[in-house]
Nanobody
Framework: QVQLVESGGGLVQAGDSLRLSCTAS????????MGWFRKAPGKEREFVAA????????RIADSVKGRFTISRDNAKNTVNLQMNDLNPEDTAVYYC?????????????????WGQGTQVTVSS
């Protein structure tokens, strides 16, 4: 099993930046891909970004491309999501996810492990 713990959420104003972190523990050697999804009230869970830990290959959703960056620190089993120029539409619960497959999926059923989520609220 793999446990994921997110941190870094909070309340910010439009235009601000925020950095989310996700630390994996347990069978971390099996987590090949780590990523982020978000879910806003009344909306479906949405893919944000993911990274393959072995080679750093990234996949970023079009809705956040140019504003959000995903990175990883394999030594610390941590994945970070740097979010810049936030707007109210980015308000959601952000979930860290991990998968044992090498394919970087943008669909949430493609991930085996999930964190509890961290709230990000952007005020206008």
């Amino acid at each position: 099993q793999v446990q994921l713990v997110e941190s870094g959420g909070g309340l910010v104003q439009a235009g601000d930046s925020l950095r989310l972190s996700c630390t994996a523990s347990g069978r971390t050697f099996s987590t090949t891909v780590m990523g982020w999804f978000r879910k806003a009230p009344g909306k479906e869970r949405e893919f944000v970004a993911a990274i393959r830990c072995s080679d750093g290959t990234r996949r970023i959703a079009d809705s956040v491309k140019g504003r959000f960056t995903i990175s990883r620190d394999n030594a610390k089993n941590t994945v970070n999501l740097q979010m810049n120029d936030l707007n109210p539409e980015d308000t959601a619960v952000y979930y860290c996810a991990a998968d044992e497959d090498t394919y970087i999926s943008a669909n949430y059923p493609g991930y085996d492990y999930w964190g509890q989520g961290t709230q990000v609220t952007v005020s206008s």
